[in-house]
T-cell receptor, first 113, second 116 residues
Framework: NAGVTQTPKFRILKIGQSMTLQCTQD?????MYWYRQDPGMGLKLIYY???????DKGEVPNGYNVSRSTTEDFPLRLELAAPSQTSVYFC????????????FGPGTRLLVL | AQTVTQSQPEMSVQEAETVTLSCTYD???????LFWYKQPPSRQMILVIR??????QNATENRFSVNFQKAAKSFSLKISDSQLGDAAMYFC?????????????FGQGTILTVHP
């Protein structure tokens, strides 16, 4: 199994551009999450989903949108990129909540100039 | 809102020695879970150990163990017989139980250096 995959690995955006970060998991997990990690900091939750068609905001949702049309995919959309969105983005999934392990993707490094 | 604090930005240890990383958290919940994640230079997040708050016994995983002090809201990680491969950023994380939907709250991280 591939686990959680993310594309692209790295991207440079100009201010005002838009892009979609892709996340796919092949473990049939219901729960999926998007986090961002700023340099030298811990991860902060952007959005999460508890199943297809169900999403909700996390701690830092401004400037982002998500959708969950299938169990496998959870794309993150950046509209009107800003330098403050320069970060590393991690997607994660878990079978259920609680002590269940969250499996993380390898991350997407985004630079907004 | 829950907060997680790691007061040691950096720690170092000699190979084969023992090191303890500190973590404190603030919550009004009684049902929650605590985790330590390791992030090597590859940036991959790797689960090291987890603890259910309702369990009094401290979790252990091979060379990794925790000291969970629920009343003090403290959750430290002890690494025994440190190895060069243990060098990484370590994050403490909190997850509320109930209807939290598994959302994790992370500390700021501690960079661990292992000297040969």
């Amino acid at each position: 199994n591939a686990g959680v995959t993310q594309t692209p690995k790295f991207r440079i955006l100009k201010i005002g551009q838009s892009m979609t970060l892709q996340c796919t998991q092949d473990m049939n997990h219901n729960y999926m999450y998007w986090y961002r990690q700023d340099p030298g900091m811990g991860l902060k939750l952007i959005y999460y989903s508890v199943g297809a068609g169900i999403t909700d905001k996390g701690e830092v949702p401004n400037g982002y949108n998500v959708s969950r049309s299938t169990t496998e995919d959870f794309p993150l959309r950046l509209e009107l990129a800003a330098p403050s969105q320069t970060s590393v983005y991690f997607c994660a999934s878990s079978r259920r909540q609680g002590v269940e392990t969250q499996y993380f993707g390898p991350g997407t490094r985004l630079l907004v100039l | 809102a829950q907060t997680v604090t790691q007061s040691q930005p950096e720690m170092s240890v000699q190979e084969a020695e023992t090191v303890t990383l500190s973590c404190t958290y603030d919550t009004s919940e009684s049902d929650y879970y605590l985790f330590w994640y390791k992030q090597p230079p590859s940036r991959q997040m790797i689960l090291v150990i987890r603890q259910e708050a309702y369990k009094q016994q401290n979790a252990t995983e091979n060379r990794f163990s925790v000291n969970f002090q629920k009343a003090a809201k403290s959750f430290s990680l002890k690494i025994s017989d440190s190895q060069l491969g243990d060098a990484a950023m370590y994050f403490c994380a909190y997850q509320a139980g109930g209807t939290s939907y598994g959302k994790l709250t992370f500390g700021q991280g501690t960079i661990l250096t292992v000297h040969p």
